[in-house]
């Protein structure tokens, strides 16, 4: 190759790039998406959240993101893509968000109980983990928010025992 067409090669790619990049944060927001955090190298998280959310949906979405930024942080973005692909990481780092929007639920006055039912549904529901057993991702929400599982199966007996016994 001349080294024109090598330059021009360059452009095109740096272009693609650069175009990957920026995109997502200029194009509309995706309607069935509450928050997104894009992972850059050397800027870091990058967030956008759907404005439509209500006060307290974007409160739990923040709470969500806000683990996925720290997650870039500390994993890098190179990493935290490499992370992204492979199913069992990508759970972890669902299953951490996903723990960090339960525990800012239960902080706001939520039964625990409710709070990590809703998680493991939310969890259950993703694309990604439809080949993956309930009982994996159970044991993956389990051991990033332990003291919240603890509760929530303690309440769950509670209620079973008074719903037993009836009114
Ligand atoms: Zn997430």
Redesign the pocket.
């Known amino acids: 190759m001349t080294s024109a067409s090598v330059r021009r090669v360059g452009l095109v790619v740096t272009g693609a790039v650069l175009a990957a990049l920026t995109l997502p944060l200029l194009l509309p927001f995706p309607e069935r998406e509450e928050g997104v955090t894009f992972c850059y190298p050397v800027i870091g998280p990058v967030q956008r959240f759907n404005p439509d959310l209500s006060h307290s949906a974007l409160a739990r979405t923040r709470a ?2 806000g ?2 930024a720290s997650q870039c942080r500390r994993d890098g973005a190179i990493w935290h893509f490499v992370r992204g692909i492979f199913p069992s990481q990508r759970l972890a ?2 299953a951490e ?2 723990c960090a929007e339960a525990r800012l639920g239960v902080e706001s006055g939520g039964r625990a109980r409710l709070e990590y039912a809703r998680i493991q549904d939310e969890l259950r529901e993703m694309g990604w983990f439809r080949r993956l057993p309930s009982d994996v991702l159970n044991d993956s929400l389990a051991s990033h928010c332990p003291m919240l599982a603890a509760a929530a199966a303690r309440e769950e007996a509670e209620w079973i025992s008074r719903y037993r016994r009836g009114p």
Request: proline share 0%; hydrophobic share 40%.
């Open positions: 969500h993101e683990a996925h780092a669902e968000a996903y």
